[in-house]
């Protein structure tokens, strides 16, 4: 069975502070995606990344690949209000079926 | 427009009642993937397409559940006999290929079964 897990589920945090945010399966991935979705949209796509140990920063968001290509983690520097939203994982297998983590649903207080 | 194109938005029906939900993908994009998301949880992967074929179908939770898309563009996702557990939103995502990893989603159809 092919599964993602993301932790943590819910993060609630202060304006201008840092978080990290985790992706983690079993699985080797050929692909993995972090979106962003808001309530009633469907998910956006924020990045990819594909090669293991793979590093890509979006204004203040980085993301890593781990180097078996089996977990990533998205950083996020200073959260701001408007980073609140549901931040979710997708996995991309050999079959190219995509299968998303639960989400973590992250909350910036202002 | 130019995104993916999810009909109905809405669509509240009666216990073993047919659905069907229509996606209008992007044009030109061959791949074509269906999920469901229930509130607070991540989308769950029920089939995509590559082309007018499903290439893999293994997340349909059970054979009311039916999706086809003859022509490689359009595809429809059809419920049978709707049980009130398959209230959710249903997503449909296009990419230009099955290998790149890259989705574009419509805004979702939200079923409520009463």
């Known amino acids: 069975t092919q599964l993602l897990e993301q932790s943590p589920q819910f993060l609630s945090i202060q304006e201008g502070e840092n978080l990290t945010v985790y992706c983690n399966s079993s699985?080797?991935?050929?692909?993995l995606q972090w979106y962003r979705q808001e309530p009633g949209e469907g998910p956006v796509l924020l990045v990819t990344?594909?090669?293991?140990?793979e590093v890509k920063k979006l204004k203040r968001l980085t993301f890593q690949f781990g180097d078996a290509r089996k977990d990533s983690s998205l950083h996020i520097t200073a959260a701001q209000p408007g980073d609140t939203g549901l931040y979710l994982c997708a996995g991309e297998f050999r079959d190219d079926k995509i299968i998303f983590g639960k989400g973590t649903r992250l909350h910036i207080l202002p | 427009g130019a995104g993916v194109s999810q009909t109905p938005s809405n669509k509240v029906t009666e216990k073993g009642k047919y659905v069907e939900l229509r996606c209008d993908p992007i044009s030109g994009h061959t791949a074509l993937y269906w999920y469901r998301q229930s509130l607070g949880q991540g989308p769950e992967f029920l089939i995509y397409f590559q082309g007018t074929g499903a290439a893999d179908d293994s997340g349909l939770p059970n054979d009311r559940f039916f999706a086809v898309r003859p022509e490689g563009s359009v595809s429809t996702l059809k419920i049978q006999r709707t049980e009130r557990g398959d209230s959710a939103v249903y997503l449909c995502?296009?990419?230009?290929?099955?290998?790149?990893?890259?989705?574009?989603f419509g805004e979702g159809s939200r079923l409520t079964v009463l």
């Open positions: 995502a296009s990419s230009l290929s099955s290998n790149t990893g890259e989705l574009f």
């Open positions: 990344v594909v090669t293991g140990g």
């Open positions: 699985s080797v991935f050929s692909s």
